[in-house]
């Protein structure tokens, strides 16, 4: 299993403004430093609530995990949540970054974590 700080490395990715990867539970496993610690609580509470769901739906379509949920924010900083298990990893993209772009990227970094 990949530690906090190979998740350190999603910093250094174009469009991610910040991250937090979270337990099932809503614990906060790591996060970038943007935003504070009670604002990262609660988002780790709505990223796991929404993987914990995703999970729930992707076994009632007969087993298909899903890839990502993309919220699409007002103000462009879509929250896009990615399934790993027991976690779920939340992204919040840049404004002006393109989603689908963050999207790949995310994808392409997960696939090669060691």
């Known amino acids: 299993m990949a530690s906090a700080k190979d998740f350190a490395r999603l910093e250094q ?3 991610i403004a910040r991250y937090i990867l979270a ?5 906060v496993l790591s996060q970038n430093r943007n935003g504070s610690t009670e604002d990262a ?3 780790a ?8 769901k995703c999970d729930a739906m992707a076994t009632d379509m007969s087993g298909n995990r899903y890839i990502h949920l993309s919220i699409e924010r007002e103000s462009g900083n879509d929250l896009l949540v990615f399934s790993l298990g027991q976690f779920y990893l ?3 993209k840049d404004a002006d970054s393109d989603r ?3 999207i790949d990227n995310v994808i392409y970094f997960l696939k090669n974590l060691s």
Do not use: W, Y
């Open 41 to 43: 609580l609660l988002f």
């Open 23 to 27: 337990r099932s539970d809503g614990q």
């Open 90 to 92: 939340g992204v919040f």
């Open 45 to 52: 509470s709505l990223i796991a609530h929404c993987g914990v």
């Open 13 to 15: 990715i174009n469009g």
């Open 100 to 102: 689908q772009t963050v």
